[in-house]
T-cell receptor, first 116, second 116 residues
């Protein structure tokens, strides 16, 4: 009954491969995100989707392509993996702002991607 | 865009002492400031938050203060315990997309170590 679940938990792959990470939330939230946490623990937003619509697309290489089939799912596909892509990727969700009021993010458990 | 600075990057205190983590932000439009705790190998989890119309908020041993004029906010943990050892992140949230979405920017994290 995990609120935000992402799979796989660990992903080890070679340079040049293509891989996907899946995320699902059962909180009924409208907005979903992908964050990247590097080895120094910095948390950087990559993408956010509001009810399947792309809202935030930070300066992320085109090799990263998010897909949101419905508002409960946000997947991340990565083409031609590079060594520098090694990080922990967190999916998160939150309710849409209501009358200017913002709400906290709920994070998934993360996917540790290691590119060799 | 928003820039959040966080200090110190590491903090070591003895059990029972207080710990203070400070953050500054740059975008005066930010109006929601959550704090997250991340234990080793786990996901970030919300521990307390504060909105821009409030100057201080307390929850048991944890308190946050916000100075909107100076764009400063701080986390105070009293009577620290070994289980408080973790990485703490401040964050600033700003409405975007005509108020239908928001963008959360994290500080660089503080590694708190509580020693016996």
């Amino acid at each position: 009954d995990t609120a935000v679940s992402q799979t796989p938990k660990y992903l080890v792959t070679q340079m040049g491969n293509d891989k996907s990470i899946k995320c699902e939330q059962n909180l009924g939230h409208d907005t979903m995100y992908w964050y990247k946490q590097d080895s120094k623990k910095f948390l950087k937003i990559m993408f956010s989707y509001n009810n399947k619509e792309l809202i935030i697309n930070e300066t992320v290489p085109n090799r990263f392509s998010p897909k949101s089939p419905d508002k409960a799912h946000l997947n991340l596909h990565i083409n031609s993996l590079e060594l520098g892509d090694s990080a922990v990727y967190f999916c998160a969700s939150s309710p849409r702002p209501r009358q200017g009021l913002l709400s906290p993010l709920h994070f998934g458990n993360g996917t540790r991607l290691t590119v060799t | 865009g928003e820039n959040v600075e966080q200090h110190p990057s590491t903090l070591s205190v003895q059990e029972g002492d207080s710990a203070v983590i400070k953050c500054t932000y740059s975008d005066s439009a930010s109006n929601y400031f959550p704090w997250y705790k991340q234990e080793l190998g786990k996901r970030p989890q919300l521990i307390i938050d504060i909105r821009s119309n409030v100057g201080e908020k307390k929850d048991q041993r944890i308190a946050v203060t916000l100075n909107k004029t100076a764009k400063h906010f701080s986390l105070h943990i009293t009577e620290t315990q070994p289980e408080d050892s973790a990485v703490y992140f401040c964050a600033a949230d700003t409405l975007i997309n005509t108020g239908t979405a928001s963008k959360l920017t994290f500080g660089t994290g503080t590694r708190l170590q509580v020693t016996l």
